[in-house]
């Protein structure tokens, strides 16, 4: 039996949180994929690039604070992709082009997925059905009558 053990990072809290979003944007996703490794580990990590923040990053944490909307979690990926790509010195058509011609199937969720004015995430189910019945006399959908959707980025 083979087991990988866990890997740790112990820095300042700023540090980490950089990491975490660097870590979760497309372009870090994109160079792990160009990488060739097989499997996320050690060598291909410490090729990763840390820049430094491009302001002040602060630790006051409310009960507001986190991002509880379907719609609000998806703006803030794509704002951390985009910070990212600053960082990194990638234009903003270069992203493009690596979302484009990189990510495919991430590319087709996105341009169905669609939002209702609460800005929860509206079922596929409930799409399909839209799309052959039409609104329901109550839809609660936002961009009627069309279907349901507040524009997901592209």
């Not at 609460?118 to 959908?141: E, F, M, T, W, Y």
Request: contains cysteine; hydrophobic residues 40%; positive net charge.
């Amino acid at each position: 039996m083979h087991i990988h053990g866990v890997f740790t990072l112990n820095s300042a809290a700023a540090d980490l949180a950089l990491a975490a979003g660097m870590w979760a944007s497309l372009p870090m996703d994109f160079f792990v994929k160009v990488s060739g490794s097989g499997e996320l580990n050690q060598s291909v990590i410490r090729r990763f690039p840390h820049p430094r923040p491009l302001g002040e990053v602060t630790q006051n944490w409310t009960m507001a604070t986190p991002l509880r909307k379907d719609a609000e979690r998806r703006q803030a990926l794509v704002e951390i992709d985009a910070l990212a790509a600053v960082m990194l010195g990638i234009t903003a058509e270069e992203l493009c082009a690596i979302y484009r011609t990189q990510f495919g199937v991430l590319r087709k969720y996105e341009r169905v997925m669609q939002h209702d004015k609460n800005g929860r995430q509206v079922p596929k189910d409930i799409l399909k059905d839209h799309d052959r019945h039409g609104p329901a006399p109550s839809s609660a959908a936002t961009n009627s009558p069309s279907p349901p959707s507040t524009a997901s980025p592209k």
